[in-house]
């Protein structure tokens, strides 16, 4: 005798199994075990409990993702107000480390304390491997501004994330300049190109948790 294919207890076609199981589809998979258990073998007491512990941890899970969904953005709202109050003000900003995303350059900044003939911008990974090294001239005291494209010294795209950079600067008799990977003056405006604020000082761009001070 022909044995019959296997059908769904609904009778419709069988579906495509999901690879994870949602609050839902996790319920009515442990109602249909129950309805369709041998009456003498009964579903053992503990695997039922067991699987509702497992039930109940999908909800939490989804209530907690919930929750984050919501916090992430209020602090996104939150950001967005203390960025744009800072319009017009004079801040100090680290600039040790540079952002860089998957296109673009990262703008970073720097102080001198004296006139340099030369500054040497040297930028790291997380594991303290050099990356790229930046040679370009120096200038008056004061504040400046440079430009990295994301490449590394052999010209491939790096990761997008945060770099460490360091500073050394010289003067036209070869000694030595402070060089302070900072930089200070009012913001002009903030914008939002990468999806987050960045505070425009000049032409140098400053993520919000980068900023040391405000003047009033």
Known sequence: MEIPK????TGSAPTTPKSTLDRDAFLRLLVTQLQNQDPLDPMDAREMVTQLSELTGVEKLESIEGQLGALQIASAGIANVQASGLVGRTVTAD???LRVEETGDATGAYT???????VTITIY????NVLRTIEQPGGPPGSHTYAWDGLDDE??????????????ATSESGAPVEARSEVR????SVTYDGGYPELRIGDA????????????
């Open 6 to 9: 296997t059908t769904s207890l």
């Open 155 to 168: 010209g491939n795209r790096v990761p997008p994330g945060r770099y460490r950079v360091e500073l050394s």
């Open 205 to 216: 761009r400053v993520l919000l948790g980068d900023v040391k001070s405000i003047e009033a």
């Open 112 to 118: 001198l304390s004296g006139s340099a003939q030369s």
């Open 125 to 128: 990974d997380g594991d303290g």
């Open 185 to 188: 003056g009012m913001v002009t």
């Open 95 to 97: 600039l040790s480390s």
